[in-house]
């Protein structure tokens, strides 16, 4: 047994497009020893996570490996039979997807899912695995470990579910974990949770991590080395503290100094100016569960409200309430004034055009099997009333408008487009109704910061060109101070603290807003060590938020 676990020589990796291969990764070496943690940055389409699926001798479809070796412990992943592959995956390389909820399989429960690789592998018998995994769970912090594998992946949230993907990972204790994004979806008080637990798991057992992620100080916290990857390249490699402190690159000093944008901060609105949009002491449940109570605030046009707190808090709830998803249980929902019907279905065409939404998961929110061009002119039908040459000609402008040249995207399939591309057309069908108000649902969290940056300028632009009013839920304070004109900020289904930007960053905080403000993960490496310490946390597994 030697220290070097992975090695990777002169890897080149290729992907079909049109029965045509194009290179996607350009010939990179990596080294990883035991129990070492090397972090991979870049924007989206540099080859972070086709490099990390390589470590494990595996490519998605439609992609190949041709070039290079990929060894592991001594063996030639690349060369190695489907058997060999299959002995080691789960058991001695295993994986942490970006999104738990997705990965998970919702017919089956945690643990049943938990318990598959090691029994599966001859590492132990059902009922150890499931005490080992309880024992795992305790280590995660996760609430009620002798309990909560036992429920389905819905009735968890996202922190939890993502760091009982990371006791299922270890299941079978293996040498390698490759951590894909594990926490870009999280708010920023679950994301201190997650990190903590998978730092305390990976140091305890030794065990060596590629941590895939685009968030430089998250990847701070975690990695021993930084390797920073462009359009399939290379473009440089060093230790955390040198890769921060000194970057000799261009490409990476601009990663360093992204986030620049930041709006010119406006006037106060007058106190007798009419809100676009008035949410005004409502309350909300799902079945008998009361989720939000008495809430109340105004968006007035041309401004963007950023509501943040986290996950649970209520601030998708209270934007499903002003879209009437879910009418509320009491209280007023108010646009221009005048009053809205609480469920949608007893709302006009002209109310329902007025509000729309922009969602979180692109992916996810355009059908794939539609074109473009039919994604963004079904709303310009619906509520235009246009077809044919004149319904092709708005798409067009508005494709124009989201700056994605038309003849080159209008007949694409979603799946043709990366991440930021896809969330322009979100915005694309939202403009495609001519609203006054948008509501805009973790907009840039699963986006790389280059492009989400990107998507804030272009956010902006609309916003002064249109007049449009935003409502912006987020768990990112950074994009909070660079968008933002006014801050609500919700906790269990309770506004605790709202008022201008400029007042809510400065203290004295309401206690719930402090403790966001100082859980945003600093470009330090001592950064999360410190801030445990500061809350009297001993054992950094026990970082939970009510722990604290």
Same mark, same amino acid.
């Given at each position: 047994?030697?220290?070097? !676990? ?13 029965? &045509? ?10 080294? !990883? ?26 490519? #998605? ?26 002995? !080691? ?73 993502? #760091? ?48 895939? &992620?685009?968030?430089?100080? *998250? ?17 440089? /490699?060093?230790?955390?503290? &040198?890769?921060?402190?000194?970057? &000799? ?19 106060? *609105? ?33 401004? /963007? ?123 694309? #069908? ?35 060109? !249109? ?9 990112? @304070? ?53 801030? @445990? ?16």
């Amino acid at each position: 047994m030697t220290d070097k !676990l992975v090695t990777i020589r002169d890897i080149k990796i290729e992907g079909r497009s049109d029965e &045509t291969w194009n290179p996607i990764i350009n010939g990179i070496d990596l080294e !990883l020893e035991r129990g070492e943690v090397l972090g991979l940055i870049g924007e989206s389409g540099a080859g972070k996570s086709t490099l990390g699926l390589a470590a494990m001798g595996f490519c #998605r479809d439609g992609v190949r490996i041709s070039g290079g070796s990929v060894e592991f412990d001594g063996i030639d992943l690349l060369t190695a039979s489907a058997s060999q592959k299959r002995e !080691l995956l789960g058991k001695q390389i295993a994986y942490v997807a970006q999104s738990a909820a997705a990965s998970f399989n919702p017919a089956h429960k945690l643990m049943d899912q938990h318990t598959e690789a090691p029994t599966q592998h001859g590492v132990s018998g059902r009922a150890d695995s499931i005490a080992d995994g309880i024992e795992l769970y305790e280590k995660l912090r996760l609430p009620n470990p002798d309990q909560i594998g036992f429920r389905y992946p819905h009735q968890v949230s996202g922190g939890q579910l993502q #760091r009982a993907m990371t006791a299922m990972a270890m299941s079978c204790r293996p040498d390698l974990i490759i951590f894909d994004e594990p926490t870009t979806a999280l708010d920023v008080t679950t994301q201190i949770e997650v990190l903590a637990s998978i730092r305390e798991i990976v140091e305890e057992y030794n065990t060596a991590a590629i941590y895939i &992620t685009h968030d430089l100080a *998250v990847v701070a916290q975690m990695a021993d080395r930084i390797k920073v990857l462009l359009k399939g390249d290379e473009v440089e /490699t060093a230790d955390t503290r &040198t890769m921060l402190s000194a970057p &000799t690159q261009d490409y990476t000093k601009s990663l360093w100094a992204v986030r620049s944008f930041a709006r010119p901060v406006k006037a106060a *609105v007058s106190a007798d100016a009419t809100p676009i949009v008035s949410v005004k002491g409502v309350d909300a449940a799902y079945g008998t569960t009361k989720v939000l109570h008495d809430i109340s605030f105004d968006i007035h046009e041309g401004r /963007t409200v950023a509501v943040v707190g986290e996950s649970g808090s209520g601030k998708s709830t209270a934007a499903r309430c002003i879209t009437g998803l879910l009418p509320p249980t009491k209280g007023v929902i108010e646009f221009d004034g005048q009053a809205l019907p609480l469920d949608y279905r007893k709302r006009d065409k002209d109310q329902l055009r007025q509000a729309q939404m922009i969602y979180q998961m692109a992916d996810t929110a355009l059908n794939p099997r539609k074109t473009i061009g039919e994604i963004i002119g079904r709303p310009v039908q619906f509520y235009g009333g246009l077809t044919g040459s004149k319904k092709r000609a708005r798409v067009e402008e508005l494709l124009n408008e989201i700056e994605l040249e038309p003849k080159q995207y209008i007949d694409r399939l979603p799946s043709e487009l990366s991440g930021g591309q896809k969330q322009r057309i979100g915005i694309a #069908r939202a403009l495609a109704a001519e609203p006054k108000f948008i509501i805009c649902d973790e907009v840039t969290s699963a986006l790389d910061q280059l492009v989400a940056e990107g998507i804030l300028r272009l956010l902006a632009r609309l916003q002064d060109e !249109l007049g449009l009013s935003y409502m912006f839920i987020t768990h990112d @304070l950074a994009t909070v101070k660079a968008i933002a004109d006014e801050v609500v900020v919700m906790k269990d289904g309770v506004v605790v603290e709202q008022g201008e930007k400029n007042e809510m960053f400065q203290p004295p905080h309401h206690p719930y807003t402090d403790l966001l403000l100082s859980s945003v993960p600093e470009m330090d490496p001592d950064w999360l060590t410190n801030l @445990l310490k500061e809350r009297g946390v001993d054992n950094i597994g026990d970082a939970a938020v009510g722990k604290m």
